[in-house]
């Protein structure tokens, strides 16, 4: 199962509202974008998703299971890189991803076999490298891995090529291509180019409101590019 | 593809798994490295400067095992509170003021297996440190009285607790705050300086017994090989408009336990509920 849902989800903060209804659901194997500008409320929607935050009503739900109810179970069967991660700085590369797996339930030798074949496509940094002394993009990669690690059936990632150089962000988006075709991933970004060469569907999102939605063809389609439609959807 | 599915695991392990990895991250600090070398240094100086002035002298001084050891013992309380608050003044603060919260809280994880992990984890590296200074304790009173009495078993027993109990107050203190610098200079202005004036000044100037502080409730840990334990004791001053008292208190044994459980239990609850439901919002 890979189902992720939104239900009705507001945030208020003291003086604004950050998530004004935002409402989706999604259950089937594919790339979502999730599409806005700065301030949308695209990290938001995440932070809660992952129940990292609470929000002021509604509900989220990953695999039918309420985030703020449920919250160890329903992590369980997911993957999530939201803003820019920082395993412990005293702990090892290797150590932060092993503290990962255990949370899981991975046995040594799955999570040595897993870093070992995560390294080969994103070229982690040296295992016995602490982690205080990673570059963002490194530290990006580490966080990316342990995501990855248990081959979650969901995977939330918020802008999850930032820090990476080009190269990186190419490898990334080969690699979300293989991935989606056996698990539902959610993907933010305000950049239509990379999304578009990941994603199936696209929602936009611009300050707290889902203000339009679509599959990739269908939108281009309609608005010739994705950036067209970015302008009309979003008006920027 | 090959998939590595996830396994829900018990809260045993859940905390095993925090309490292993925060470990290794203690022994790593520099405050770690330094506090253990901060007490082997005292410790050292305090037996060396003993053993230089004498056999004679310290035995003649103290006569029993016991009275040299409570002197010896009298700044474990300052100590194990100076280690306590470095060690958990940031236990969970720092998850909120880097970027650690983002990596550590998607994990499938209840937040209070991780706290509890962090917890023993602090728990056992101050342990650690105070244990140097019983070493050089024992080492002292097998040179000059060549027994170690029974009560050293107890003290070390209730230092422990002690520890616990600071921690816990630590870990709640730095819950409360989004930065770790602040809420350990917080604790250390709060423990070292401010509960320990307060059940000094109370019990002397206005013959309240401190039996709500920590740090009078941890005096059981030294007392514990005192010969003469007086409750109470009071002296009067003259002055101009006749005469002044000033209070002295010891806890009893049993009351300085109950005081630290009391801590543990209520700061560790208020830890817990503040960590769980603690957001994210930087």
Known sequence: ????????????????VALDGVSFAFDKKGAIGYLGPNGAGKT????????????TSGSAEINGLDVSKHIKEALLDVGAVIESPEPDKQQTVNEALHMAGEFRGMSNESINSQISKYNKLLELPPLDARNGRLSKGQRQRVSLVAALLSEPSVLILDEPTSGLDPIERVKLKNMFKLLKKDRLILISSHVTQE????????LFINKGKIVGSGTVPALKKKYKSLERAYEKIIGH | MNHQKSENISRS?????SFKYQFYSYLRTKRFLALALLVAVISIAVLVLEIHLGSAAITSQYKTSMAYLFNFMQNIIFTIVLVAAFLGGSAISTDFASNYSYFILVQPARRSSLLIGRYIAALVASFLIILVYYIFAAAGSLYFFSSIPAAFATSIGLSVLFIASVLSLAFFISSLFNNPQTSTVAVVILLVIVLPMLSSLLPAFVSLEPWFLINYGGQVVYNVFSTNFVHFSSI?????AGSYKISQYQPYLLEGVEIMLGYLI????AALYTYKY?????
Request: proline content about 4%; glycine content about 2%; some cysteine.
């Open chain 2, 266 to 269: 209520v700061f560790m609850a």
């Open chain 2, 13 to 17: 392990k859940e905390i095993t798994v």
């Open chain 1, 195 to 202: 999304i578009q060469e990941v994603c199936d569907s696209i």
């Open chain 1, 44 to 55: 938001t929607t995440f932070k809660i998703l992952t129940g990292l935050i609470r929000p």
């Open chain 1, 1 to 16: 199962m890979a189902k992720i849902e939104a239900k009705d989800l507001v945030k208020r903060y003291k003086n604004a």
């Open chain 2, 236 to 240: 009067s001053l003259p002055t101009k």
């Open chain 2, 278 to 282: 603690k957001q994210v919002l930087n």
